[in-house]
Nanobody, 122 residues
Framework: QKQFVESGGALVQPGGSLRLSCAAS????????MGWFRQAPGKEREFVAT????????VYADSVKGRFTISRDNAKNTVYLQMNNLKPEDTAIYYC???????????????WGQGTQVTVSS
C-alpha cells in the first residue's frame, strides 16, 4: 500500500520560502507520477503541481507558477516542493500522492498522507 509522509511545513512571513518533502514507501516510486495538492480551511483540496516519473516534465497551477518548483529524487523515494515568494493565500495543508500519469485531477491519486501545515502570515 502506498504511504506518504510530508514534512517541512512551518509558519513563514509573506515573501519567505519553504521546501516541503514527501517520503514515499510501499510501492515502486519511480513507476509513478507524483503530485502536490493543498487544502485550506473550508475549501476543497486543490492541485498545486505534478511531475512525471523521470522528473523531466512538470505542470503547475496558475496560482503558483513561477514561484513553486516540484522535483523528485527517485533514489531517495522523495518528492519536493520548493516554495518561494510565499503569499498568505498559500496557507493550507499540503499533501503529496502518486498517480499512474501526471494529472491535476485528485481522482487519479490514491492514498494520501497526513499532510504538512504551511502558514503564511506576518
Amino acid at each position: 500500500q502506498k504511504q506518504f509522509v510530508e514534512s517541512g511545513g512551518a509558519l513563514v512571513q509573506p515573501g519567505g520560502s519553504l521546501r516541503l518533502s514527501c517520503a514515499a514507501s510501499g510501492h515502486t516510486f519511480s513507476n509513478y507520477a507524483m503530485g502536490w495538492f493543498r487544502q485550506a480551511p473550508g475549501k476543497e483540496r486543490e492541485f498545486v503541481a505534478t511531475i512525471n516519473r523521470s522528473g523531466d516534465s512538470t505542470v503547475y497551477a496558475d496560482s503558483v507558477k513561477g514561484r513553486f518548483t516540484i522535483s523528485r529524487d527517485n533514489a531517495k523515494n522523495t518528492v519536493y516542493l520548493q516554495m518561494n515568494n510565499l503569499k498568505p493565500e498559500d496557507t493550507a495543508i499540503y499533501y503529496c500522492a502518486a498517480a499512474p500519469v501526471p494529472s491535476m485531477a485528485t481522482s487519479l491519486y490514491g492514498s494520501w498522507g497526513q499532510g504538512t501545515q504551511v502558514t503564511v502570515s506576518s
